[in-house]
Nanobody, 123 residues
Framework: QVQLVESGGGLVQAGASLRLSCVAS????????MGWFRQAPGKEREFVAA????????LYADSVKGRFTISRDNTKNTVYLQMNSLKPEDTAIYYC????????????????WGQGTQVTVFS
């Protein structure tokens, strides 16, 4: 079992930055690919970014490329999502997830999920 706890969300103005963190406990964190997803009110959960277990491969949704950066620190069992140049359309609950398989954009491949952290961007 892996437990995931996100933090770092908040209310910010458009153009600002936030860094989300996700701390994992339980089984070997370094074995898992990690992903960030988000869900806006009335919309389906969507892929944001993902990172392989080694950190050597990253994937990003087109909507966040060049603005968001995913990274991990396996010594701290933590994955991060640095979000720059935030836009109102980035408003959502952000979830981190762990996947024992290969890094993927497909949310159904992820085995464990956190409870989410709210990000609200106002113009």
């Amino acid at each position: 079992q892996v437990q995931l706890v996100e933090s770092g969300g908040g209310l910010v103005q458009a153009g600002a930055s936030l860094r989300l963190s996700c701390v994992a406990s339980g089984r070997t964190f370094s074995s898992y690919a990690m992903g960030w997803f988000r869900q806006a009110p009335g919309k389906e959960r969507e892929f944001v970014a993902a990172l392989s277990w080694s950190g050597s491969k990253t994937l990003y949704a087109d909507s966040v490329k060049g603005r968001f950066t995913i990274s991990r620190d396996n010594t701290k069992n933590t994955v991060y999502l640095q979000m720059n140049s935030l836009k109102p359309e980035d408003t959502a609950i952000y979830y981190c997830a762990a996947d024992l398989g290969l890094v993927t954009m497909n949310l159904v491949e992820y085995d464990y999920w956190g409870q989410g952290t709210q990000v609200t961007v106002f113009s």
